[in-house]
């Protein structure tokens, strides 16, 4: 059984630049959730896709956006970067949240230069 | 909001002792406590998820426990051994309509051969 796909593994931008990370979910699961894992603040959440639609948002600016697709895939962007946006952005899916628990990707190491 | 707090923040052991991994919540109203894996660099591995109506769930050396109505879970690692060096992070998720994951801080475990 596959697990959950993150690409791509490294990236390496430059300030004011946008990036996209992808994540493809496990094989029926509906819920993707995007995380961002840095050494000051740990691991804080960003948002959560079910059937397409954003459920949860976390308390980031506007510049972190994402979107999923018919096939549960799942986009996240971060436009107009900056140094702090440089991180470890991990992906989960769940069959449907919380009682289900959920597994994650290998992550995206992003720096920003 | 949800708050959790895991205890010691670092913790090295001789290869064969038993310890116990400490995490505490400040809500007490919650899906299920996940318990996972982080080596240097890489995504997260599920260890163990505790259902809110568990006590306690086991995975061959692993047995994690959960006593919801004083916040607190412990993982239990049996007969340590080099290979389990990594960080190990608990993780909670709320009962409702939220569906993401709080993270307690980690505890980087070194267990010495």
């Known amino acids: 059984k596959a697990g959950v796909t993150q690409t791509p593994r490294y990236l390496i931008k430059t300030r004011g630049q946008q990036v996209t990370l992808s994540c493809s979910p496990i094989?029926?699961?509906?819920?993707v959730s995007w995380y961002q894992q840095t050494p000051g603040q740990g691991l804080q959440f960003l948002f959560e896709?079910?059937?397409?639609?954003?459920?949860n948002k976390g308390n980031f600016p506007g510049r972190f956006s994402g979107r999923q697709f018919s096939n549960s895939r799942s986009e996240m962007n971060v436009s107009t970067l900056e140094l702090g946006d440089s991180a470890l952005y991990l992906c989960?899916?769940?069959?449907?949240?919380?009682?289900?628990?959920?597994?994650f990707g290998s992550g995206t190491r992003l720096t920003v230069v | 909001k949800q708050e959790v707090t895991q205890i010691p923040a670092a913790l090295s052991v001789p290869e064969g002792e038993n310890l116990v991994l400490n995490c505490s919540f400040t809500?007490?109203?919650?899906?299920?406590l996940q318990w996972f894996r982080q080596d240097p660099g890489k995504g997260l591995t599920s260890l163990l998820l505790?259902?809110?109506?568990?006590r306690e769930q086991t995975s061959g050396r692993l047995n994690a426990s959960l006593d919801k109505s004083s916040g607190r879970s412990t993982l239990y690692i049996a007969a340590s051994q080099p290979g389990d060096s990594a960080t190990y992070l608990c993780?909670?998720?709320?009962?409702?309509?939220?569906?993401?994951?709080?993270f307690g801080s980690g505890t980087q475990l070194t267990v010495l051969s």
């Open positions: 989960a899916s769940s069959l449907d949240g919380g009682p289900y628990g959920y597994t």
């Open positions: 094989s029926g699961h509906r819920s």
């Open positions: 896709y079910f059937s397409e639609t954003q459920r």
């Open positions: 809500d007490s109203a919650i899906y299920n």
């Open positions: 505790i259902q809110s109506s568990q």
């Open positions: 993780a909670v998720s709320p009962s409702g309509s939220a569906r993401q994951l709080t």
